[in-house]
T-cell receptor, first 111, second 112 residues
Framework: GESVGLHLPTLSVQEGDNSIINCAYS??????FIWYKQESGKGPQFIID?????DKRQGQRVTVLLNKTVKHLSLQIAATQPGDSAVYFC??????????FGKGTSLLVTP | KAGVTQTPRYLIKTRGQQVTLSCSPI?????VSWYQQTPGQGLQFLFE???????NKGNFPGRFSGRQFSNSRSEMNVSTLELGDSALYLC???????????FGPGTRLTVT
């Protein structure tokens, strides 16, 4: 079946730096994408989403970029803080199908 | 609004037993999805219910089943438990399956 994958399983950044988490998706029919953050012992928490008619969307300290040509999604976190340490998942949503999650990237923010 | 709640939070069962997990969605949400999360496989979709009807089903054996009640609360059942069923089972609700999904804290199932 088609899958969503992450380029890096772990990412370590210094506090205050910007973080970029990448994701490749394979289903060209996907038209909705979501980034989730999961902290230890908790369920995934919605961060930001984007529909395929957009290539960029900004939230509070986060930006999602979508490149449909190469089927690539990225999450940028500005001024990374210790509280940003978590596992980040991207998910793609093809029409009439359920969300398909990537394996996740662990972000570690060091002081 | 209260978030998605799941009960129980932790469960220990032995092989061959069956288990029922419960999920209460956010008030007004009619779609409930279930996921299995393991370190090796990540988040895998089990099934999705909308207005008491299963709309989507993942690639899991028939031992995994679910249902949704008229108040949108959902249950999932796993029969004849295997060691490999040990996982975090997550429930998510949304207004519709194409929208933002809100996850509960999960039920940690350990099969011994």
């Amino acid at each position: 079946g088609e899958s969503v994958g992450l380029h890096l399983p772990t990412l370590s950044v210094q506090e205050g730096d910007n973080s970029i988490i990448n994701c490749a998706y394979s289903n060209s029919a996907s038209d909705y994408f979501i980034w989730y953050k999961q902290e230890s012992g908790k369920g995934p928490q919605f961060i930001i989403d984007i529909r395929s008619n957009m290539d960029k969307r900004q939230g509070q300290r986060v930006t999602v970029l979508l490149n449909k040509t190469v089927k690539h999604l990225s999450l940028q976190i500005a001024a990374t803080q210790p509280g940003d340490s978590a596992v980040y998942f991207c998910a793609e949503n093809p029409p009439s199908y359920a969300l398909n999650f990537g394996k996740g990237t662990s972000l570690l923010v060091t002081p | 609004k209260a978030g998605v709640t799941q009960t129980p939070r932790y469960l220990i069962k032995t092989r061959g037993q069956q288990v029922t997990l419960s999920c209460s969605p956010i008030s007004g949400h009619r779609s409930v999805s279930w996921y299995q999360q393991t370190p090796g496989q990540g988040l895998q979709f089990l099934f999705e219910y909308f207005s008491e009807t299963q709309r989507n089903k993942g690639n899991f054996p028939g031992r995994f089943s679910g249902r949704q009640f008229s108040n949108s609360r959902s249950e999932m059942n796993v029969s004849t438990l295997e060691l490999g069923d040990s996982a975090l089972y997550l429930c998510a609700s949304s207004l519709d399956s194409r929208g933002q999904q809100y996850f509960g804290p999960g039920t940690r199932l350990t099969v011994t």
